[in-house]
């Protein structure tokens, strides 16, 4: 027997998520001033380079993008094995007083967002850390609440999120894979 897979958003309906979410970061934020991304490795660092672009387009100048890698961070690192795959952590810019939107492509149980806060708390003191993501399927077992969300997915535990990027994958568009097909 096969996993069922489910196409939840087509690749023109997450650019449109993602543009969505851009606008509404900006008038939360009133526009850029003190405004940064920090993408979590792999996925959201895929969307909030997305972010930074649609930003761009709309009003006309750049915000710094930051890349984090939390695997040192999390609470499951002895159960990964004795060397784990760190990623690159590149936040190369002052994080003291600005507004960081965290970003990252699936919101599970909001274990890698607590990681993210612990890992982000070590670069400095924001004014503010405010949550983008472009999937919330449920299932939390923290307090974490995303600011934007292009898509709430309801999922059993055990079915799979992936959402996949034209850079990395060749294609837009996320599917749900899962039971029975």
Known sequence: M???????LLPEEMARAITRIAHEILEKNKGTQDLVLV???TG?????KRFQSQIRTIE?????LGLLDI?????????????PNVGE??????????????????????RTIRCALDALIDFGRPESIQLAVLIDR??????????????????AKAERVIVKFKEHDGEDGVVVVGGVG
Do not use: C, M, W
């Open 44 to 48: 959201g660092a895929f969307l909030a």
């Open 89 to 110: 952590t590149a936040i190369d810019f002052d994080v003291d007083g600005k507004k960081i939107v965290l970003v990252d492509d699936v919101l599970f149980t909001g």
């Open 71 to 83: 695997t040192l961070y999390r609470d499951d690192l002895t159960e990964i094995g004795p060397q």
């Open 60 to 64: 006309g100048h750049e915000i710094p």
């Open 138 to 155: 449920g299932h939390r077992e923290l307090p974490v609440k995303p600011d934007y969300v292009g898509k709430n997915i309801p999922t």
């Open 39 to 41: 993408g979590i490795h």
């Open 2 to 8: 096969s996993q069922k897979v489910t196409q939840i």
